[in-house]
């Protein structure tokens, strides 16, 4: 075992923070690991910070989600979310395990295509589509969530000029007793907006309404919100036969189901708090089948859960770069990773774990990043062990979003690492470089630098 540095005493006020009713919790296991693979062994192949993806934990999740909802109902289709983390050798993971894709963006739906995945099988959702993206859509038989009234006025000329009727389905948002309400996206419920979007559709003739799609939220905590959006939405559905004649061929929950990542504030920890993937799936497969469909007339229940499915697998590995003294006398170590790679410490309090054996000696520390802004905080107050330079570490639960929200600020992006069922490492992501950041931009030849003189 190699032998520790020493660390000469000190004598320190106490400043744990506010305890909660369960005391201050100590999370000081050093992980040496991640699915058998060494982090000492990741980062000196692969540098610091690195990005680690468990495929592992991808498919048990994934499979554990599904068997969550079709034990319960018989139709369920997932959509894989691609902004939640869009490299496509994760996507490729989710659509081995049968899950469609859920796109908001030409960006996107073109990198679903990319990756092999059917057009009868994309979900166009977003507010911005343009005229050549829904013909693309319209050609490949994508479904297409129209977000407003104009998207629909488009959608009709389209379909008009190419003489086919693509498939549809309208956003719908509602109260659900959870605020502020998510009434941006979509048609209304409660002022009919929904309603007229719906006759004008049946109306024209031109379009092929198929289905409803609500997504009501982000890391929501209470699941009678979805037991009250499906029923909001099969009332829709069953009006639509009644009154339209036609017949809802399958229902869109969105995603929104939070993970174990504990917000900032939070009284509690999130895995005392949020519900289960089984108790989402129980409220909204109840709700589905109590409504009065029958059998035969049950839509297809898709859902479009991305953070749920991806964040537990991913990891970020990083070192201490350096620790100083604040002026409060509280200690701040600085990583070489910050809020630019890591958005979501933004709204997270992320577990982060030592990587090596230590001291028994903890401090109440603030985690700053290398990034010459005030605002590069990854954690305001953590309990950790006495970290040196040197010293590596784990964030836990970064799957989800900081691989497509992340950006070359200051620092460049680093690689991404997958590491595969049987416990070997893929390079799926390689490290930015300058001559990568600069290849888009273009230099006025009077602006071009001039050879010094006499060279």
Not at 46 to 62: L, W
Not at 387 to 403: I, P
Request: charged fraction near 20%; charge should be neutral; aromatic fraction near 10%.
């Amino acid at each position: 075992m190699t032998k520790l540095a020493y660390e000469r005493p000190l004598i320190l006020k106490m400043n744990a923070g506010l305890m909660n009713k369960f005391g201050t919790r100590t999370e000081y296991e050093p992980v040496k690991q991640i699915d058998g693979m060494p982090v000492k062994r990741l980062i000196e192949t692969y540098g610091s910070p690195v990005f680690v993806i468990s495929e592992r934990t991808i498919r048990t999740t994934y499979r554990n989600a599904l068997r969550s909802f079709t034990t319960r109902y018989p139709k369920v289709q997932f959509a894989w979310s691609y902004k939640t983390n869009y490299i496509n050798a994760v996507c490729n993971i989710f659509h081995q395990e049968g899950s469609w894709g859920e796109v908001v963006s030409g960006f996107e739906y073109r990198k679903a295509l990319g990756n092999g995945v059917p057009g009868n099988q994309i979900i166009f959702n977003g507010p911005e589509k343009t005229t050549e993206e829904l013909e693309l859509a319209i050609n490949n038989d994508s479904l297409i969530h129209i977000d407003h009234f104009e998207e629909l006025y488009q959608l009709i000329d389209i379909s008009d000029r190419m003489n086919k009727k693509p498939r549809v389905a309208i956003r719908v948002n509602m109260d659900t007793g959870v605020y502020p309400m998510w009434d941006r996206f979509g048609f209304n419920y409660e002022n009919g907006t929904a309603w007229s979007a719906l006759t004008k559709i049946v109306a024209s003739g031109k379009l092929n309404l198929t289905g409803l799609h609500c997504h009501i939220g982000t890391y929501m905590m209470v699941t009678n919100a979805y037991t009250i959006a499906v029923n909001k939405l099969c009332d829709l559905a069953w009006n639509c036969k009644t009154q339209l004649n036609t017949v809802i061929q399958y229902i869109d929950m969105g995603g929104g189901f939070p993970t174990a990542n504990d917000l900032r504030g939070a009284y509690l920890p999130a895995k005392d708090t949020i519900p289960s993937i089984d108790e989402f799936a129980e409220a909204i497969t109840s709700a589905l089948l109590n409504y009065g469909f029958s059998t035969a007339e049950l839509p297809l229940l898709i859902l479009e859960t991305g953070r749920a499915l991806i964040d537990e697998a991913g990891y970020l590995l990083g070192s201490v770069l350096a620790n100083k003294r604040l002026s409060d006398g509280r200690r701040a170590t600085i990583m070489d990773f910050g809020v630019n790679i890591l958005f979501t410490s933004f709204w997270y309090e992320h577990k982060i774990s030592p990587a090596q054996d230590f001291t028994h000696h903890t401090e109440d520390t603030v985690l700053y990043g290398p990034l010459c802004m005030n605002i590069d905080i990854v954690r305001q107050t953590i309990t950790l062990p006495l970290l040196n330079r040197g010293d590596h570490v784990v964030v836990h639960r970064v799957g989800a979003y900081n691989m497509t929200q992340w950006m070359q600020f200051i620092q460049m992006r680093p690689n991404v690492v997958l590491i595969d069922e049987k416990g070997q490492d893929h390079l799926i992501r390689s490290a930015e470089t300058l001559e990568y950041i600069e290849q888009m931009e273009r230099m006025p030849e009077y602006l071009a630098p001039k050879p010094p003189k006499g060279a």
